[in-house]
């Protein structure tokens, strides 16, 4: 099974430059996710992450939680 790997993108904007990652399994395939934000919508502003102890049902399933 391949693994998740994290890409990283960086562009300008009114003279700073940013960044961020995509997860994603290839280069090609970074690329082709990339593409698809051209399709983005806005959600909302985020204001908390809440972390969440992993639970039986998540280690059951081997995810944390994090």
Same mark, same amino acid.
């Given at each position: 099974?391949?693994?998740?790997?994290?890409?990283?993108?960086?562009?300008?904007?009114? =003279?700073? +430059?940013?960044?961020?990652?995509?997860?994603?399994?290839?280069? +090609?395939? %970074?690329?082709?996710?990339?593409? %698809?934000?051209?399709?983005?919508?806005?959600?909302?502003?985020?204001? %908390?992450?809440?972390?969440? %102890?992993?639970?039986?049902?998540?280690?059951?399933? =081997?995810?944390?939680?994090?």
């Amino acid at each position: 099974m391949n693994k998740l790997k994290t890409y990283m993108f960086t562009y300008p904007y009114k =003279g700073d +430059e940013y960044g961020f990652t995509i997860p994603a399994y290839s280069e +090609e395939e %970074a690329l082709d996710r990339l593409k %698809a934000l051209a399709f983005t919508k806005y959600d909302g502003e985020l204001v %908390a992450k809440i972390p969440v %102890a992993p639970s039986w049902l998540s280690r059951l399933f =081997g995810r944390t939680g994090a």
